[in-house]
Structures are given as structure tokens and as C-alpha cells.
């Protein structure tokens, strides 16, 4: 995988570090992925459980905003150290 390393200089800026081809960008909750035929980042994955985690319905954990957000920047960042190869022999 080829990438300019100036370009990669600036979407880390924006994103984020990238461990291997994936990096978690904390501001959208989202797992991003290097494009590099594009050379950018594309989403390949939203970190999702706001209500389940925030709510207070049946299952909720009722929990206050920055525990929530302290648990789904924790699973974001967990998931960017995946390398694909990995992944694929699952």
C-alpha cells in the first residue's frame, strides 16, 4: 500500500493517528479506512450503541454522556488496531 505521506500527514491531522489501515475518528464515532486509489480515508464502520448505553428503557444502562462516550471511544480505538488479515481469517 502506497501512500503519500504528505496527504496521510494531513488526514491524520483530521482523523487521527493510523495504526495499520484503520484509524478511529472520535469526533463522528466513526472507523475509518485508507482509500488508497483516492488517497483519502473512507468510513467503513459507525460505532453505534448511544441509546442503549445513554437510555433508560428496558436493557438501558442509564449511564451519564461521558461514560457513554468513554465506552464507544474505547470500542472505536480497540477496533483501528485490527489489521485486515486478521479479520478475514475469522
Not at 68 to 85: C, D
Amino acid at each position: 500500500m502506497k501512500v503519500d505521506l504528505v496527504r496521510a500527514q494531513q488526514l491524520a491531522q483530521i482523523f487521527g493517528p493510523f495504526y495499520g489501515p484503520f484509524s478511529y475518528w472520535d469526533r463522528g464515532q466513526r472507523l475509518m479506512a485508507v482509500d488508497t486509489k483516492l488517497q483519502s480515508v473512507t468510513p467503513i464502520a459507525d460505532i453505534r450503541s448511544w441509546g442503549y448505553l445513554t437510555g433508560h428503557g428496558h436493557g438501558a444502562h442509564a449511564l451519564n454522556p461521558n461514560d457513554a462516550i468513554n465506552i464507544q471511544n474505547a470500542l472505536g480505538e480497540y477496533l483501528s488496531l485490527f489489521s485486515p488479515e486478521k479479520v478475514l481469517k475469522c
